[in-house]
């Protein structure tokens, strides 16, 4: 009796292990078959905005980065942009962010970037980034803008709803210099 709870504790072992390998391979498939991936750098982007009205010490994020997604052969270039935030909107009574349009401030220059949803499963966020995300985009970008972004001396971005455009996104960390050799 002995020797057969051994067994079963070997063989529970294995299938354990063999199902973590499987989670892994599955997730590093599903990357393959959405063609998805990430250029130039390990980290987005990242900017936040602080809202004074809704929090003290919160801020809203966002995260920046550029991708490229083959489509039957064919690479086509995103900007991928995903939202998050460390405000309780729910306890502070403020609505959930909606966006539209994401205007990037290049050197004072605005670029502005119509978005759609980018929801993939388990692709949605193409880069690692430090705070949960709400919602997550992508825009339509060509090289030139891309090229125009790395060169700059000064990234800044608004956020654009129905009601009006947000606070300055000013960044925090990461930086676009590497989108150059996209």
Not at 125 to 139: E, H, I, K, Q
Request: glycine share 8%.
């Amino acid at each position: 009796m002995r020797l057969s709870s051994v067994a079963c504790l070997v063989v529970l072992l294995v299938l354990v292990a063999c199902a973590g390998d499987v989670v892994r391979d599955d997730a590093r498939r599903s990357s393959i078959d959405y063609g998805i991936s990430p250029i130039g750098q390990e980290k987005a982007l990242w900017l936040a905005a602080s809202r004074p009205g809704l929090s003290a010490a919160g801020k809203d994020f966002l995260f920046i980065g550029p991708m490229s997604v083959n489509r039957n052969g064919t690479a086509e270039r995103y900007l991928w942009f995903g939202l998050s935030t460390t405000i309780d909107r729910p306890l502070t009574g403020a609505p959930p962010v909606e966006t539209q349009t994401v205007i990037l401030m290049v050197d004072g220059t605005p670029m502005t970037f119509e978005l759609i949803s980018w929801d993939t499963g388990a692709v949605a966020t193409p880069y690692a980034v430090p705070v949960d995300g709400f919602a997550s985009y992508a825009a339509r970008v060509t090289v030139s803008q891309l090229r125009h972004v790395a060169r700059a001396n000064t990234v800044g971005a608004y956020v654009t709803n129905a009601e009006g455009r947000s606070p300055l996104f000013s960044p925090v960390d990461g930086s676009a210099a590497a989108w150059t050799g996209f």
